[in-house]
């Protein structure tokens, strides 16, 4: 059985750092693409960042870029987002999400963490 725990949200600065926690568990996942995903208030959830476990090749969306990284840690099964100069508008509940590398959806979610940025 697949689990995917986040962890690290918090209430934080505008401008301030932040680093998120994915750990995953249940199955081996070399052959996985590793996605982390928001959704704010009032607003459908959007993606933020993919990494692919294998290759380590990362994606992001175009709000994020410069400001986040997603990396992994093959020996702890946990994929991270580092969240710099935030800001309010990147509030919101951050979902870590799995899917197998030939697949477009993603099959396993996390509970969410909550990630606040004041003004």
């Known amino acids: 059985q697949v689990q995917l725990v986040e962890s690290g949200g918090q209430l934080v600065e505008a401008g301030g750092s932040l680093r998120l926690s994915c750990a995953a568990s249940?199955?081996?996942?070399?052959?996985?693409?590793m996605g982390w995903f928001r959704q704010a208030p009032g607003k459908e959830r959007e993606f933020v960042a993919r990494i692919t476990w294998t290759t380590g090749t990362t994606n992001y969306a175009d709000s994020v870029k410069g400001r986040f990284t997603i990396s992994r840690d093959n020996d702890k099964n946990t994929v991270y987002l580092q969240m710099n100069s935030l800001k309010p508008e990147d509030t919101a509940v951050y979902y870590c999400?799995?899917?197998?590398?030939?697949?477009?959806?993603?099959?396993?979610w996390g509970q969410g963490t909550q990630v606040t940025v004041s003004s």
């Open positions: 249940g199955r081996t996942f070399s052959s996985y693409v």
């Open positions: 999400a799995a899917r197998i590398l030939y697949k477009s959806s993603y099959d396993y």
